[in-house]
Each structure stands twice: as C-alpha cells, then as structure tokens.
C-alpha cells in the first residue's frame, strides 16, 4: 500500500481542515488506518485510527473536535479537524496497518506503511 496525504494549509484558530489520505495497492479495506501528527521538536503522536469495520479511536486531545472516516470504494481515509487550535500545529501523516492486534494502534511501530505528511498551521 502507498499512501498520499494531502489537505494541510494555515488555518486561523477555530476554523475547520479536511485532511485526505489516498491509498493505492490492494486491498485497502482491510487495513486499519491511522492519522499521526509531529510538531518540531516533539515525538509523532497518535490522533485517530479507524479499523477495518469502521471502529475509531481519538487521542483525547482531540476528541469532538476531529473525525476519521473512510472510503473503500475510493481508497480514501479522511481527517475532518473542527475547532482547531494552535496547539494542532504540526505535521500530519497517514499510516496503515494490516491486521495487527489493537494494542498496535497507537505508535507509530505499528505501522508499516505511510504516506509523506501534510503540515497543518494553526494560528492563534
């Protein structure tokens, strides 16, 4: 699977991003898909991750502001950010597994597959 991120830009506090991540390869349905975020100088965190029967996850800085949804059919998993803040500022990245046990959702180790990242500024 490879994966392209896209969507990033600057964005004022409060507004809104849809990040978009296309992938190519086969069977994208049945990966589990992730949206990881770094800002400078700090470690690639966790944002949200959706499995292969729709389940999702949020880190807790950023649940009931941002969505992961997917679309097989398009080979598509997108990133709807509401009500973003400065402290969203970073680059974004999406990241794909296969199969793996739940526990292996939230680092970045457990991923075999990512696209480039998208950076997304918000300013204050």
């Known amino acids: 699977v490879q994966l392209q991120a896209s969507g990033g830009g600057l964005v004022q506090a409060g507004g809104s991003l849809r990040l978009s991540c296309a992938a190519s390869?086969?069977?994208?349905?049945?990966?589990?898909m992730a949206w990881f975020r770094q800002a400078p100088g700090k470690e690639r965190e966790f944002v949200a991750v959706?499995?292969?029967?729709?389940?999702?996850t949020y880190a807790d800085s950023v649940k009931g502001r941002f969505t992961i949804s997917r679309d097989n059919a398009k080979r598509r998993v997108y990133l709807q950010m509401n009500s973003l803040k400065p402290g969203d500022t970073a680059v974004y990245y999406c990241?794909?597994?296969?199969?793996?046990?739940?526990?292996?959702?939230?680092?970045?180790?457990?991923?075999?597959?990512w696209g480039q990242g998208t950076l997304v500024t918000v300013s204050s």
């Open positions: 390869g086969h069977s994208f349905s049945s990966y589990s």
């Open positions: 990241a794909g597994q296969y199969s793996g046990p739940p526990d292996s959702y939230y680092a970045p180790s457990g991923y075999g597959y």
């Open positions: 959706i499995t292969s029967t729709g389940s999702s």
